[in-house]
């Protein structure tokens, strides 16, 4: 199960995600269209918070690399899901501008897009 929880600050002029639950199978495919979803609001998500995440499979680590590598920003608590965003973003973002990693484009805001 996931639970997807959407955050709006207004001061910021943006959004922040709080994912519960585990992001394996077939609930990565429902993060990854909550936030296609979202691309094509006004108000654009620049954090993903995955405090509440209990398990990560390889799936769900491709999306979450293709998000941060987008310039979102993944927010972790617990040993396991902080090595696995050490991992994720000890690469680089190579993602081009407005791209998601599933080829679809949207319009980037405050320095960041979806």
Known sequence: MLKI??????VRQD????????????????????????CDDQLPCTR???????????DGKLLLTQLWQQGMELLASGCLTRCLVEDITKGSR????????????CSRRSGLSQ
């Not at 609930?27 to 979202?38: A, G, H, I, K, M």
């Open 94 to 105: 190579t993602i081009p501008e407005g791209r998601h990693g599933d080829g679809t484009t």
């Open 5 to 10: 929880t959407s955050h709006h600050d207004p």
């Open 48 to 58: 993903i918070d995955l405090s509440g995440v209990t398990f990560i499979d390889m």
């Open 15 to 38: 959004r922040s995600l709080l994912i519960e639950g585990r992001l394996a199978g077939p609930w990565v495919e429902e993060l990854r269209t909550y936030c296609r979803r979202t």
